[in-house]
């Protein structure tokens, strides 16, 4: 196993312990070990939905998932990240924007962690249209990066305070993975080669492994809060080793 591997296999861990996917740590590694820009997306995106399909599975098997919650935000978001993927950045402009992703996302999830164990029952409904928006707007950046948008997606509804904490980490689950799955689509439209990404499978293995090892971790041994405080310091560690790239 490579180091790329083990890094693949530590941030499964952590991002799928919060509910997450790590599609936007996937990709700032690939960027960093130098693997062709083409296939960052079709490689995080893989991972994510890996990764979240473990979570999703756990969560709507305890009783967690909201269907009035999730949909209008899908509605917003599967058409829009099909639409993202189907497009093509430069990779300067790539680089730049993978940055201020996971810049603003680990500060979001560093500043919210105490909203995982929040046990306020006093929530708001907010206009259908509005999450809407919020999904479409989310999921054509996920499209178009290569992320699932769920981690801005959960610190946005902890912010509105629109259901229960397990229902916004279901929901957010839910949102990667067919954010992922819609975006997979959409970048398999543009032309690639395959024989480019058959030898990172071992990262899709890794992911595998570590998604197991995270949901145990979030069932059986660490708090939320404590896994969400430790995600967020891996987020700003990448966007920060991202950072001294470009100076």
Not at 132 to 159: E, K, N, Q, Y
Request: glycine share 10%; with cysteine; net charge positive.
């Amino acid at each position: 196993m490579n180091t790329l591997s083990i890094l693949f296999f530590l941030t499964a861990i952590l991002y799928s312990s919060v509910g997450f996917g790590g599609g936007s740590t996937y990709l700032a590694l690939l960027l960093i070990w130098g693997v062709p820009y083409t296939i960052f997306p079709i490689i995080a995106l893989a991972c994510n939905i890996i990764v979240v399909s473990g979570n999703c599975f756990n969560y709507i098997r305890a009783g967690n998932l909201n269907l009035k919650l999730l949909i209008p935000y899908l509605i917003g978001s599967i058409p829009l990240s099909f639409i993202g993927g189907s497009l093509s950045l430069e990779k300067e402009f790539f680089e730049i924007l993978l940055f201020l992703i996971l810049l603003i996302a680990g500060c979001l999830l560093l500043f919210n962690f105490s909203s995982y164990d929040n046990k306020e029952s006093s929530y708001k409904n907010i206009p259908f249209f509005l999450s809407v928006i919020i999904g479409g707007v989310l999921g054509f950046i996920s499209g178009i990066v290569g992320i699932g948008g769920g981690i801005f997606l959960s610190p946005i509804m902890f912010l509105l305070k629109v259901a229960r904490p397990k229902h916004i980490i279901t929901a957010t689950s839910m949102f990667i993975l067919m954010n992922s799955i819609f975006g997979i689509i959409g970048q398999s439209t543009k032309e690639m080669s395959l024989e480019y990404i058959y030898p990172y499978f071992y990262l899709l293995i890794a992911v595998f492994i570590g998604g197991q090892v995270g949901n145990y971790l979030n069932l059986k041994i660490l708090p939320t809060r404590v896994l969400a405080i430790i995600t967020s310091g891996l987020v700003l560690f990448v966007a920060i080793r991202m950072g001294i790239k470009f100076i």
